[in-house]
C-alpha cells in the first residue's frame, strides 16, 4: 500500500521543475522498490542508483518488465563497449530512465528530472580510490545544479540524512503504517545454555523447529574461516600477521592461516612463534566452523556464503541461485549474504551470532552501522518469521530500540550522544 500524498509531493515537485531532496524512510525494501516504480511510471528522464551491482541485477528485471527500452543499465561491471552502448542510448533518448551503481550519477542525460537513491545508507556509496566522492551526495548537488528532485530512501536511513530532515533542508515522507515485520528475539549468551561458546541452544532449537515448518534459516557470523584466534596455551601468544601484526585467522579447508587484510597465508604453524611450544589452541569461530557445527546439530546440509565462497562473480550468481533454491534450507554467512540475497530468498528465521563484534569497533558510527546491518537481515525474513541476536549485552540501548523498530528513539539518543562529544553531524571529520 503506496502512500498517496508522499507519491504526489514528489511528483509534483518534478513536475514544477523545483529542487527538492526527500527523504523515504520505508518500513522495506519492497515497499521501496514499490513506491519508486510508482513514481517512474509518471514520469521521464530519472537516474535510479543502487549500492550494489547484485541489486542492479535484480532490479533491472523489474524495470525493464514495466518499462521496456526506456531503461539502461550502467555500472562498472559492465564492459567499456556495453557502457559506450549504454551512453549512445542515453544521448539519443531512446533510453530515459538509467539504472546503475554510483558511477552512474554521472552519466550524460540531457536533462535530469528525478534522481533516486535506494538504500541511501548504504556505504558502497562511498568512492574512496582516486576521485573520492559518496554517490548521494553528488545526486543531491547534481539535482540542485538542474532543478532536479532527489528521492532518498532506505529502511534505516543514515544519520546524516536524517539530521537534514531536521535541519529543513530535507523533506520527511510518511509510509503507510501496518506494515509486518518479523519477530525480533534477544538471546541473553551469559544465562542461555550453550552448545558452542558462539551458539545457543535456544537458537538451534528454533530453526530446528522452523525446519520441521518447511522453513528456511540464515545463520549470520561476520568472520569468515574456520578458527579467528591460533593462542599458544603454554605462553598464551596469538599468532598474529607479520606484516599488519592483526590475529591470523585459520581456514580448515585450505589449511592455512590468512591474514583478512593484507592476504598473506601461510602453513599452519606446529610450534609458536614466541616459545616454541607445541600446544596451539584454535579459539574463535568463523563461518566454516559454524557450518560445520549446524551441520552436526541439525544434521542437514548447509550452503556457505562469504567472499571465500564467491571470488567470482559468476560464483556469486550460483550462489545467489542456490540460496533462493526451495532445495537449500539453511545458508550460513556473513553480511555480504544478505547484501546480495534481496528479499525474495523465502527465509523464516534468521540467527545473528555475533552481533557485539560490532558494538566494540572503534568507529564513532558503530552503533549506527549494527542498528543497519540487523535491520537488513530482518529485512530478509518473511512477516511471519523471527530474527534471534545473541548478545551478553541484552540491556545495550541498541537491543532495547530494534526489539521495538523503535528507530526515532534510537535516532534521538544516539544523535545527543554525539552532540556531546562533537561528532557529526556536529562536525566534519577529514
Not at 17 to 38: C, G, I, K, V
Not at 188 to 210: C, Q
Amino acid at each position: 500500500n503506496i502512500n498517496r500524498g508522499s507519491e504526489c509531493r514528489i511528483l509534483d515537485s518534478v513536475k514544477k521543475d523545483r529542487h527538492e531532496t526527500f527523504l523515504l524512510h520505508a518500513p522495506s525494501s519492497s515497499y521501496e522498490y514499490s513506491f519508486l516504480l510508482q513514481i517512474l511510471s509518471e514520469i521521464r528522464d530519472a537516474i535510479v542508483l543502487a549500492p550494489e551491482v547484485s541489486l542492479t541485477g535484480n532490479l533491472y528485471p523489474l524495470l525493464k518488465d514495466r518499462f521496456g527500452g526506456r531503461v539502461c543499465l550502467f555500472h562498472s561491471g559492465m564492459s567499456g563497449g556495453r557502457r559506450s552502448e549504454a551512453i549512445d542510448r542515453i544521448l539519443s533518448g531512446k533510453s530515459d530512465i538509467v539504472l546503475g551503481t554510483r558511477s552512474a550519477i554521472f552519466t550524460p542525460m540531457k536533462k535530469v528530472s528525478f534522481i533516486s537513491v535506494l538504500h541511501e545508507h548504504s556505504t558502497s556509496y562511498k568512492q574512496e580510490e582516486g576521485l573520492i566522492y559518496h554517490g548521494r551526495d553528488v545526486a543531491v548537488m547534481r539535482a540542485y545544479l538542474e532543478r532536479a528532485t532527489v528521492l532518498l530512501s532506505s529502511i534505516c536511513p543514515s544519520f546524516e540524512s536524517l539530521y537534514n530532515c531536521r535541519k529543513g533542508k530535507y523533506r520527511l515522507l510518511e509510509s503507510e503504517a501496518g506494515t509486518g515485520k518479523p519477530r525480533i528475539r534477544i538471546i541473553d549468551m551469559r544465562y542461555e545454555k550453550l552448545l558452542k561458546p558462539y551458539l545457543s541452544k535456544k537458537v538451534i532449537d528454533a530453526a530446528a523447529k522452523f525446519m520441521k515448518r518447511d522453513g528456511k534459516v540464515m545463520f549470520v557470523i561476520n568472520r569468515r574461516g574456520y578458527s579467528t584466534l591460533l593462542q599458544c596455551t603454554e605462553c598464551n601468544h596469538i599468532e598474529e600477521c607479520p606484516v599488519c601484526k592483526i590475529p591470523l585467522v585459520f581456514h580448515k579447508q585450505d589449511l592455512l592461516v590468512k591474514c583478512h587484510y593484507c592476504g598473506y597465508s601461510t602453513k599452519v604453524p606446529e610450534r609458536c612463534s614466541r616459545c616454541k611450544g607445541h600446544s596451539i589452541e584454535l579459539l574463535g569461530a568463523g563461518t566454516q566452523r559454524v557450518q560445520e557445527d549446524i551441520e552436526k546439530f541439525l544434521g542437514i546440509k548447509t550452503l556457505r556464503f562469504d567472499s571465500d565462497t564467491s571470488r567470482k562473480r559468476s560464483e556469486i550468481e550460483s550462489l545467489v541461485v542456490a540460496a533462493r533454491s526451495d532445495d537449500t534450507r539453511i545458508v550460513v554467512g556473513t553480511k555480504m549474504m544478505t547484501r546480495r540475497l534481496g528479499t525474495d530468498g523465502g527465509f523464516s528465521m534468521a540467527a545473528i551470532l555475533n552481533t557485539d563484534l560490532s558494538l566494540q569497533i572503534p568507529d564513532f558510527r558503530s552503533m549506527e552501522k549494527a542498528y543497519q546491518e540487523i535491520m537488513s537481515v530482518g529485512d530478509r525474513i518473511m512477516t511471519s518469521g523471527e530474527v534471534f541476536i545473541q548478545t551478553r549485552m541484552p540491556q545495550h540501548s541498541l537491543f532495547k530500540c530494534i526489539r521495538n523498530y523503535d528507530y526515532s528513539t534510537f535516532f534521538r539518543e544516539e544523535l545527543e550522544r554525539r552532540k556531546s562529544l562533537h561528532y557529526p553531524p556536529y562536525s566534519r571529520l577529514l
